[in-house]
């Protein structure tokens, strides 16, 4: 039980466009999702936290209006990346766990997406 | 925001040999999960253990939170173990579930 789904795995594109990242909870409803950015070598660092029919909350330093999250249903959240450029090629994975007391539980990570920007 | 540490941040063993990674975390914590990332960036989780002590096959994990330390031992090792070992918290008290990450232990395992 307990499954993420990320989607797509991979994506290359070209410089200004928008790209589309759909995360969802397979088996379990999730009020609130995470979104995490890997560059190469790196560790993992929480770009946000998506919450199911309100805002989405973001780390310092991220663009809200770049990286765009939104968390229609208690299954699925999307993160798009608007007008793309090179510095945002990166690994983009996100998590969640079944609720309540979501602190208090493990959280499941989907696939990841490594997006490339030409 | 609570503060990990991982040791050590390169670990070369040939097959066989057994090791311990540590962690270290600045804080209480309601959660605690170890990860092995593969080559394709897959995270796979190995082990939800906020304390206490657990094993499955090769591995096992024991977490001390009152002294807020976790080691992963991992006996054995293979080829496949190679990839990168993150340990990841959650501080007490958040209810949603963020976690904080490591900045891992890169293993090679040579055969």
């Known amino acids: 039980g307990a499954v993420v789904s990320q989607h797509p795995s991979w994506v290359i594109c070209k410089s200004g466009t928008s790209v589309k990242i759909e995360c969802r909870s397979l088996d379990f409803q999730a009020t609130t999702m995470f979104w995490y950015r890997q560059f190469p070598k790196q560790s993992l660092m929480l770009m946000a936290t998506?919450?199911?029919?309100?805002?989405?909350?973001?780390e310092q330093g991220v663009e809200k209006d770049k990286f765009l999250i939104n968390h229609a249903s208690l299954t699925l959240s999307t993160l798009t990346v608007t007008s793309a450029h090179p510095e945002d090629s990166s690994f983009y994975i996100c998590?969640?766990?079944?609720?309540?007391?979501?602190?208090?539980?493990?959280?499941?990570f989907g696939d990841g997406t490594r997006l490339s920007i030409l | 925001g609570i503060q990990v540490e991982q040791s050590p941040p390169d670990l070369i063993l040939q097959e066989g040999a057994n090791s311990t990674l540590r962690c270290n975390f600045s804080d209480s914590v309601n959660n605690l999960q170890w990860f092995h990332q593969n080559p394709w960036g897959q995270l796979i989780n190995l082990f939800y253990?906020?304390?206490g002590t657990k094993q499955n096959g090769r591995l096992s994990a024991t977490t001390v939170a009152t002294e807020r330390y976790s080691l992963l031992y991992i006996s054995s090792s293979q080829t496949t173990d190679s990839g990168v070992y993150f340990c990841?918290?959650?501080?007490?008290?958040?209810?949603?579930?963020?976690?904080?990450f490591g900045r891992g232990t890169q293993l090679t395992v040579w055969p």
């Open positions: 253990i906020p304390s």
């Open positions: 998590s969640a766990s079944p609720g309540p007391g979501q602190g208090s539980q493990p959280q499941h």
């Open positions: 990841a918290v959650g501080p007490r008290g958040s209810t949603l579930g963020r976690l904080y």
């Open positions: 998506s919450n199911e029919g309100s805002k989405a909350t973001y």
